[in-house]
């Protein structure tokens, strides 16, 4: 073939190239080691002086010329290539996001972010303690000995033990108080502290289930009165319900406290709704009372130099009356719709700044 034979083959042929590869097969074709103008480029060596002053330049002009067509070729068809992508694989990013199912927090999960808000304010840090308790925490070193009656009315669900293994069984902690006794042993006086979590006992009607949630709190130091106790409660229940509320303590008895006082919240009840914080009814809510030296000295904790208040409250309780959710056994059914209803948006933090609820 002559050089301009060639030339015009090559010339066509990387025209028609569609893509980057049909032009690669043209490169091969042309100036690979097998290729045309490669071959013609090793007959030089063939010819006599003459010939090749004449063939040597035209050659290499051909050379020339169809590499950087080839060149020039390649930055076309990746422009293109680009081009391309951009127009199709564009995105309108103000298009609607696609929707997502979301789920609700728990209303016992916000009251207990509520509470823990609040008390943190007056500077109450959150205590934890295992929901399996031996029954020294759980009762002998909260002033509940063996025989004691409180025991058997606790309606408590204990562990079995191994056979032959003679200890007292544990128990699923019946309340809160136990982790006072952790509290104490743990961190010393002088100590305030509030205690959220699950506790269990074998009950179940519309105001009691198996599992439940309690909240209990704790306040140590040199010169802790029942005031204290009473000004901390009103504090507490006028922020968690939002307006002022007055508390009345009525004599009562508990183990673990000396005095002991059973307190209500004012409330009025009008065409079979509870409102909290008016009227001229009362609501009881809580047990508390200064904590018995007994227990202080359980914990460790010298009760000829501290004394302090204690509280337990029930977290489900105050969630119901709060937010007018009427019957307990609910709130652990996991029912959606339910949940849907009476459950929080995740972005619901309650801050004191922020607002508690809805
Ligand atoms: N532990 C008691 C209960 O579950 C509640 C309680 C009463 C806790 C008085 C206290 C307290 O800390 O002082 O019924």
């Not at 050659?59 to 290539?81: M, V």
Request: include cysteine; glycine fraction near 10%; charge should be negative.
């Amino acid at each position: 073939m002559t050089l301009d034979a060639l030339a015009s083959k090559y010339r066509a042929a990387i025209a028609a190239a569609v893509d980057e590869a049909a032009l690669e097969d043209v490169r091969v074709g042309a100036m690979g080691k097998q290729g045309e103008i490669s071959l013609k480029m090793r007959e030089l060596g063939k010819m006599s002086p003459e010939e090749r002053q004449v063939m040597g330049p035209a050659l290499n002009a051909l050379k020339d010329e169809i590499a950087s067509a080839l060149a020039a070729k390649k930055a076309g068809l990746a422009d293109a290539a680009l081009d391309e992508r951009l127009r199709s694989e564009w995105l309108d990013v103000t298009l609607p996001a696609r929707g997502r199912p979301a789920g609700t927090i728990h209303p016992v999960s916000q009251v207990t972010e509520e509470v823990a808000a609040i008390f943190a304010d007056m500077g109450f840090a959150v205590a934890e303690g295992p929901r399996i308790e031996t029954d020294w925490y759980n009762f002998d070193a909260l002033n509940i000995p063996g025989h004691h009656p409180a025991r058997a009315e606790m309606d408590t669900f204990y562990m079995q033990r191994a056979e032959g293994d003679n200890r007292p069984p544990n128990v699923l902690r019946t309340h809160t108080s136990p982790v006072q006794i952790r509290s104490m042993e743990a961190q010393g006086a002088p100590i305030r502290i509030i205690c959220p979590g699950g506790v269990y006992r074998a009950d179940y009607d519309q105001t009691h289930t198996p599992m439940f949630h309690q909240v209990e709190g704790l306040a140590i130091d040199k010169n802790i009165s029942m005031a204290n106790l009473k000004w901390t409660l009103e504090e507490f229940f006028s922020a968690f319900f939002g307006t002022k509320v007055k508390t009345r303590f009525r004599a009562s008895h508990f183990p673990f406290t000396e005095p002991s006082a059973e307190v209500d919240i004012q409330c009025s009840w009008e065409g079979g709704t509870v409102k909290v914080g008016e009227g001229d009814g009362w609501l009881e809510v809580l047990g508390s009372g200064m904590v018995h030296p007994k227990v202080l000295a359980a914990g460790g904790i010298d009760p000829e130099v501290y004394q302090g208040f204690a509280f337990g409250m029930g977290i489900d309780r105050i969630a119901m009356l709060k937010y007018g959710i009427p019957d307990l056994r609910a709130f652990f059914e996991s029912d959606l719709r339910w949940l849907r209803h009476y459950g929080f948006a995740s972005l619901d933090v309650p801050t004191l700044h922020g607002g508690l609820s809805r």
